[in-house]
């Protein structure tokens, strides 16, 4: 039985591992929205639309067809799982790339050796060369491991997200690329795979040109640099091309029909132009030495944690193991992973993480080779099962390391306070806010998808600022914009030659954006109660940048400020909604709860000058209860 068992798990060691990771990352998964672009994200796959840039088709036209399995789930918690199941098959993918890599590096170490001591290899047991084999395996499999649940791989597992599905094609490339470069009889046909895959990655995210050093370098030191060369580059990017092309097409044959998220509005070539390259997020990529120094520290000083600190220990034995033995792929790796790096520390965002993965992954392949020399050590000191149990103990730490840090399953949090916002506002009403990391994107999820408070108007401040979002205002809410005709062309041929990179008078546009912002209240206010965020009060409000229409104000109203004429008392329903928390805390976290507990201290405040102790103590009752932070 435990003979079967044992030739099982080295045939299928990669399925059997990756299996094994996916029930882990199940209970990690979150079971709704999430922060940032989760609502958003989800809605895209679930109503087919087109997302913020680049648009994502691949993984838009997948998610799409995944949710519509007939599976006991709701959409936002398939999403979720299409992710887990991307990551995990990530890992399938690695572990046979490591098992590749490490396999080749075993037959060229044994050649060296053979060289220096012909007698003694004749003489070397069967056995010893069958346990090599299992060690082989072995070392992939920890280094997978170690890898599937290291911080930033194991948080892509648990929502919706792209990098999800990057994570899988990054798998892919590297395995095709490994795969060409080793291959014997170099057909043309491997590099073919590899076109495919690239084209496939480039058709879910622009990220994909982080590993074309990888490529570049392997090719060349497979191929040379000759003519019979050039032609198969020329052959694969005439796979490449077309693949890519036909991709991209649904961009603007699905902006054709007008979809409910339609962002870009991709429909004729500018726009698409636009929209593919990522002109509006341009302004944080290159943009200063002290950015990039800035997101360079902040790489440095998360790098350890990311593998747990063991796995930057095991890492390091492996580097200096490659660097003596398999120098080219030494030099292949470390290029790969620099120039992942430095790269992306270019992009001056908060959530930087994610551009690291590809780095993160070069020096997984590392930490493969440190477990094999681990692994062989042990053997010789001990007993082959003792090192197997130290090696995966190693392997299995960053489980308990990182499991409170990535674990979402009980994260209601996002979907709590979206509905309680929703819901503390009327039919109809009107929600202006750019609160899109919290509520904005999540209410995308909820009114689109599942039809949740759909008669409310959403509306984000920010995105005012570019010229497509009138589109989508007109397409989902065309009663709340008919009456601001003249507004909103004004503000378009104001803003058209800035998205142009043309010269543009930035007073003007300025002028007519806040034109706009009080004229959606003065033009709707007598049909539609109009609600404005917390934010927006302490920020454009009181630097003067956002006012409202001459005699109106704003009372505190549950989470938002309802803008009302009267100065006499204005009533609010009780706070009867719940917000749950999780243990885990983060800043997205802390600002739902910050915003929450200071609206419901500004509604007592409020019923106080109006002498209703009776009602402010609701509030604070509420907010000591629920908001004690």
């Known amino acids: ?35 940032i672009d989760s609502g958003e994200l989800s809605a895209v796959q679930a109503t087919l639309g087109i997302a913020h840039p680049t648009g994502y088709p691949l993984f838009t036209m997948i998610g799409y067809l995944f949710i519509k399995l007939p599976l006991p789930f709701t959409a936002i918690f398939k999403a979720n799982l299409l992710a887990a199941i991307w990551c995990a098959l990530g890992v399938f993918i ?26 003694e290899m004749k003489n070397e047991d069967n056995s010893n060369d069958k346990e090599k084999s299992v060690i082989t395996i072995l070392a992939s499999v920890f280094g997978g491991i170690a890898l599937a649940f290291s911080l930033t791989f194991w948080v892509q597992s648990t929502s919706v997200e792209v990098y999800s599905l990057q994570i899988f094609l990054f798998s892919l490339n590297i395995f095709l690329i490994l795969r060409a470069y080793y291959a014997t009889n170099g057909k043309i046909i491997n590099w073919l795979w590899v076109s495919l895959s690239l084209a496939l990655g480039f058709a879910n995210h622009m990220t994909t040109l982080l590993i074309l050093p990888l490529i570049t370098i392997l090719f060349f030191q497979k191929e040379k640099f000759r003519t019979a060369s050039i032609k198969k580059i020329l052959l694969m990017l005439a796979l490449f091309i077309p693949l890519l092309i036909f991709f991209y097409l649904y961009l603007p044959l699905r902006a054709s029909t007008n979809p409910q998220i339609n962002w870009g509005n991709p429909i004729n070539f500018e726009n698409f132009f636009r929209h593919v390259s990522g002109k509006q997020y341009q302004v944080w990529l290159f943009e200063s030495f002290e950015a990039a120094g800035k997101q360079f520290k902040y790489f440095l000083s998360d790098f350890p944690s990311e593998f747990s600190y ?19 792929i030494f030099y292949t790796l470390i290029a790969t992973f620099l120039f992942a790096v430095l790269y992306s520390i270019n992009y001056d965002i908060v959530d930087i993480d994610s551009y690291f993965l590809l780095a993160y992954m070069m020096f997984a392949f590392l930490i493969v080779f440190g477990f ?15 090192a197997v149990v130290c090696a995966l103990l190693f392997s299995l730490f960053p489980i308990a390391f990182n499991f409170s840090e990535v674990n979402q ?53 920010e995105l005012l600022r570019r ?22 062309s004004n503000f378009l041929d104001a803003v058209k030659p800035f998205e142009r990179s043309e010269i543009f008078d930035s007073n003007l546009i300025e002028k007519y954006y806040r034109a706009i912002m009080t004229n959606l209240i003065s033009k709707n206010i007598t049909t539609r109660n109009y609600y404005i965020s917390l934010e927006l009060f302490q920020n454009e409000m009181q630097r003067g940048e956002f006012s409202l229409p001459e005699g109106y104000q704003i ?60 009602r402010a103590k609701i509030y604070i009752d509420k907010v000591r209860k629920e908001f004690p932070n």
């Open 409 to 461: 399953s009980n994260d209601y949090t996002f979907e709590d306070y979206t509905r309680a916002i929703l819901n503390s506002t009327e039919k109809n009403s009107i929600i202006f806010t750019y609160q899109w990391d919290y509520f904005v994107s999540a209410s995308y999820y909820f009114q689109m998808v599942e039809n949740y408070r759909s008669d409310v108007t959403v509306i984000d401040k």
């Open 310 to 328: 063991v796995g930057l220990i095991i890492g390091a034995i492996g580097s200096v193991a490659v660097y003596r033995d398999f120098r080219k």
């Open 94 to 119: 690695f572990i046979k790339s490591a098992h590749l890599i490490i396999t080749n590096y075993e037959t060229k170490s044994a050649l060296l050796k053979k060289s220096k001591q012909k007698n």
């Open 1 to 35: 039985m435990w003979t079967n068992r044992k030739e099982f798990f080295q045939k299928h060691f990669a399925a059997t591992t990756a299996l094994f990771i996916f029930i882990i990352y199940l209970f990690t998964l979150a079971p709704s929205v999430v922060q």
């Open 372 to 386: 094999y020399k681990i692994l062989i050590y042990l053997n010789s000191k001990w007993n082959f099962r003792i």
């Open 555 to 614: 009372v505190p109203h549950l989470l938002l400020f309802k803008v009302v004429k009267e100065m006499d008392y204005v009533p609010a329903p009780d706070p009867n909604f719940t917000i749950r928390f999780p243990e885990r805390r983060n800043k997205y976290i802390d600002f739902i709860e910050t915003t929450a507990g200071t609206m419901l201290t500004y509604r007592a405040a409020y019923e106080l000058q109006f002498n209703k102790p009776e």
């Open 467 to 488: 010229s497509w979002y009138y589109n989508q205002l007109k397409r989902n809410h065309p009663d709340v914009i008919k009456n601001l005709g003249s507004n909103i």
